[in-house]
């Protein structure tokens, strides 16, 4: 029902800033919460943030927190990851996800029905 597509990963220095989007089609992105997760090589996949379907509550976890923000801009079809203060350990592939569920309870990504392609995160100096 709905695709998802992110773009905006790339290199960046340890304490450099980027800004990661999701693209959403075939359905109005505000029927779903939103999701990033990442995943590096020979590791599980993460979660990241997660912003309520109504509203704007968000979850992070603690690894992030602080230092990344999700945000969603219905009139565009557009999610976001706002991610600043970039470490070494945050270098991954990243992915949007979509569900229908109202909030965010767990960030588990089993529980998420629609996915992006993935767009490469490496921070590096």
């Known amino acids: 029902q709905v695709q998802l597509v992110e773009s905006g990963g790339g290199l960046v220095q340890p304490g450099g800033s980027l800004r990661l989007s999701c693209a959403a089609s075939?359905?109005?992105?505000?029927?779903?919460?939103v999701a990033w997760f990442r995943q590096a090589p020979g590791k599980e996949r993460e979660g990241v943030a997660c912003?309520?379907?109504?509203?704007?509550?968000?979850v992070y976890p603690d690894s992030v927190k602080g230092r990344f923000a999700i945000s969603r801009d219905n009139a565009k079809n557009t999610a976001y990851l706002q991610m600043s203060s970039l470490k070494p350990e945050d270098t991954g592939v990243y992915y949007c996800?979509?569900?229908?569920?109202?909030?965010?309870?767990?960030?588990?990504?089993?529980?998420?029905?629609?996915w992006g392609q993935g767009t490469q995160v490496t921070v590096s100096s």
């Open positions: 996800a979509a569900e229908t569920g109202p909030f965010c309870t767990g960030m588990d990504p089993v529980q998420y029905d629609y």
């Open positions: 912003i309520f379907r109504y509203g704007t509550s968000t």
């Open positions: 075939g359905s109005a992105l505000e029927n779903y919460k």
